[in-house]
C-alpha cells in the first residue's frame, strides 16, 4: 500500500498570503488529522476529519481550515499567513474498520515558510 | 499545551548500549504511544500500550505504563546508529485518537 502523501513538502509564502496543504490517505483509511510542529510549541492537533466532517478540533484560531472529500483526501488551509504559521504540518490518517489499532499513519509533511 | 512531557531531553549513547526515556501525563488516557522522527521527517508509529496494560514489547523495543503514577518508559535495547533519531510520547484520552504528544527526546546513537 502506498502511504500518506502530502503535497508540497515545502512552500514558502509571505504574510498576509493563504496556503493550501493538500493530504492524501493510506487506501482504505477514513480519518484524517493534521498537526503543526514547531521548534517552540512542538507537536499540536489541528483538526481530524472522518467521512468529509469534521470530527475534532485543536485550539488554533479560524485563519486555520481544512476539508475532507468523498475519496478521504484532505485539505487544509491556512488564510492570512502570519511569521508564527512558519512550521512543518503534518498529516495522518488511521483506518477505522475492526483492526484499528490508534496507530497513525503519518506522511513526511508540508515544510511552510511564511517571509 | 502538551499533555506528555519526556524525559531526558536530549540523550547520548554508544552502540550496543541501551536507551531509556520516560514520559509522564496529567490525565487519565486510553491509550500511550510512542512515534519516532528522524531529522524533518514524518512521524513513524513504534508501539501502543493501552490503560489496562502494564508492559508491552515489540522487537528491540520495551514499553512500561504506571498508570498511578502516570507515566511510562520506553527502552530501546542494543541501540544502533539508526536509533538516531526523536522519540515522541502521545496519549490518547479516549477514542477519538486525538492525540497529545510531548516534546520529544532526542536520541543520538554513537558508532
Known amino acids: 500500500k502506498a502511504g500518506v502523501t502530502q503535497t508540497p513538502r515545502y512552500l514558502i509564502k509571505t504574510r498576509g498570503q493563504q496556503v493550501t496543504l493538500s493530504c492524501s490517505p493510506i487506501?482504505?483509511?477514513?480519518?484524517v488529522s493534521w498537526y503543526q510542529q514547531t521548534p517552540g510549541q512542538g507537536l499540536q492537533f489541528l483538526f481530524e476529519?472522518?467521512?468529509?466532517?469534521?470530527?475534532n478540533k485543536g485550539n488554533f484560531p479560524g485563519r486555520f481550515s481544512g476539508r475532507q472529500f468523498s475519496n478521504s483526501r484532505s485539505e487544509m488551509n491556512v488564510s492570512t499567513l502570519e511569521l508564527g504559521d512558519s512550521a512543518l504540518y503534518l498529516c495522518?490518517?488511521?483506518?477505522?474498520?475492526?483492526?484499528?489499532?490508534?496507530?497513525?499513519?503519518f506522511g513526511e509533511g508540508s515544510r511552510l515558510t511564511v517571509l | 499545551s502538551q499533555q506528555g512531557e519526556e524525559d531526558p531531553q536530549a540523550l547520548s549513547i554508544q552502540e550496543g548500549e541501551n536507551a531509556t526515556m520516560n514520559c509522564s501525563y496529567k490525565?487519565?488516557?486510553?491509550?500511550l504511544q510512542w512515534y519516532r522522527q528522524n531529522s524533518g521527517r514524518g512521524l513513524v508509529h513504534l508501539i501502543l500500550?493501552?490503560?489496562?496494560?502494564r508492559e508491552k514489547h515489540s522487537g528491540r523495543l520495551r514499553v512500561t505504563l504506571d498508570t498511578s503514577k502516570k507515566s511510562s518508559s520506553l527502552l530501546i535495547t542494543a541501540s544502533r546508529a539508526a536509533d538516531t533519531a526523536s522519540y515522541f510520547c502521545?496519549?490518547?484520552?479516549?477514542?477519538?485518537?486525538?492525540?497529545?504528544f510531548g516534546a520529544g527526546t532526542t536520541v543520538t546513537v554513537r558508532a
Open positions: 495522518a490518517s488511521r483506518s477505522t474498520s475492526g483492526t484499528n489499532t490508534g496507530e497513525l499513519f
Open positions: 487506501s482504505g483509511h477514513r480519518s
Open positions: 476529519y472522518f467521512s468529509e466532517t469534521q470530527r
Open positions: 490525565t487519565s488516557i486510553n491509550n
Open positions: 500500550i493501552r490503560s489496562n496494560e
Open positions: 502521545a496519549t490518547a484520552f479516549s477514542n477519538d485518537y486525538k492525540l497529545s
